[in-house]
């Protein structure tokens, strides 16, 4: 049995996946709220960072919009009213994540 090495070669169509994937979220989603998006270094996966005012508001639209079922919501560190959450799920060959921290001051 032969066991191959993953090579630069794999990780940039990973990656190149991953932004098709990403354009594909964004044309199909055109009124949801803009978010930060970054591109897994070694490819297959997809981040998206919410911030800002209604960040709950913008975290569900996107939770909803792509169907993202591995929910998380935990109180964040410093025991204030801040919570932080995280949905993923995976289409295709990507691993889809968005995260978001809220209710430091956000009008959720």
Do not use: N
């Not at 070694?42 to 913008?58: K, V």
């Not at 079922?69 to 691993?95: F, I, K, T």
């Amino acid at each position: 049995m032969t066991r191959g090495w993953i090579t630069q070669a794999d990780r940039e169509r990973w990656q190149r996946d991953a932004v098709r994937e990403l354009a594909a979220i964004l044309d199909a989603h055109p009124g949801l709220p803009l978010i930060a998006w970054a591109v897994g270094q070694s490819g297959g996966s997809l981040a998206g960072r919410i911030a800002g005012a209604g960040t709950r508001a913008a975290f569900t639209a996107w939770k909803q919009a792509l169907g993202l079922e591995d929910v998380l919501e935990v109180p964040a560190a410093g025991g204030g009213s801040a919570v932080w959450l995280r949905a993923s799920a995976r289409r295709g060959s990507v691993r889809i994540t968005v995260t978001a921290v809220t209710g430091c001051g956000d009008a959720s």
